[in-house]
């Protein structure tokens, strides 16, 4: 016995959003071939419906609706003329490239310290001088010396931190002539192995709840 009317995918048109299925895409097909202005216009919220089953908890969420009458203009190939809740989509608008991601300027001698230090020296920088500024200071100073730790892991002196803040500020933030000290390396270092120590051994201190196995119970 021979099958001479199976059909392959290879053979079939190709599914302009294959998440829908062929049976979506055929069924838009034929909305699309459709004379009748109002039974197209039905055909296309009963494909809506049914698009929406796919995804019961948000067929009825308006930004979700919105979406769908999207996907089915775009499975359309943008050839479906029927009546839509909300502004029709261009095919120009869908091909149009996104913005290119501007990446994060660092500077390159210092990138140990990463993006989130240059912020909070930005932020320091904006606040009126007074002793809630000066702690701002000192805890990022502490910050980054705990990052320069990480990448050296050795010791480092206070005199390098608060040059390297100079810098990192243009010389707006100055602890060159401070007489507060930074926290010993010692301390940053074993704080750092402490928690390594704990996420190493989650289940150090688990309770053993095997002493019952093998036991009959009644």
């Given at each position: 016995m021979f099958?001479?009317?199976i ?5 079939r048109p190709?599914?302009?959003?294959p998440e829908y299925?062929r049976?979506i ?21 009963s494909i809506?419906?049914v698009?929406?089953?796919l995804n019961p908890h948000?067929r009825?969420?308006?930004?979700f ?8 203009f775009?499975?359309s190939d943008f050839?479906?003329d029927?009546e839509s ?8 608008a869908?091909?149009?490239l996104?913005?290119?991601l501007?990446?994060p300027q660092?500077f390159p001698?210092y990138r140990?310290y990463g993006?989130?230090?240059k ?14 500024k000066d702690g ?9 010396k705990?990052?320069f730790?990480?990448w ?6 206070d ?8 810098e990192?500020s243009?010389g707006?933030?100055n602890l ?9 390396s010692?301390?940053?270092l074993?704080t ?5 120590d ?9 309770k053993?709840?095997n002493?019952?196995r093998?036991?009959r119970?009644?």
């Amino acid at each position: 016995m021979f099958f001479t009317d199976i059909e392959y995918n290879t053979e079939r048109p190709h599914l302009i959003i294959p998440e829908y299925g062929r049976h979506i895409q055929k069924m838009v097909d034929q909305a699309v071939a459709e004379q009748d202005p109002e039974k197209r216009n039905k055909q296309a919220k009963s494909i809506i419906s049914v698009m929406g089953n796919l995804n019961p908890h948000l067929r009825d969420v308006a930004d979700f609706q919105h979406k769908l009458w999207d996907q089915l203009f775009i499975i359309s190939d943008f050839k479906l003329d029927v009546e839509s809740p909300f502004e029709k989509p261009s095919l120009e608008a869908l091909r149009e490239l996104p913005a290119s991601l501007k990446y994060p300027q660092n500077f390159p001698k210092y990138r140990f310290y990463g993006n989130n230090i240059k912020r909070m020296i930005d932020v320091a920088i904006g606040w009126e001088d007074g002793e809630k500024k000066d702690g701002l200071v000192l805890t990022i100073a502490n910050h980054m010396k705990k990052c320069f730790l990480n990448w050296n892991k050795d010791t480092v002196e206070d005199d390098v931190i608060f040059n390297h803040l100079f810098e990192l500020s243009d010389g707006k933030l100055n602890l060159k002539q401070s007489k507060e000290a930074l926290r010993n390396s010692s301390i940053l270092l074993k704080t750092k192995t402490r928690f390594s120590d704990t996420k190493a051994t989650p289940n150090k201190h688990k309770k053993n709840n095997n002493n019952n196995r093998g036991r009959r119970r009644y």
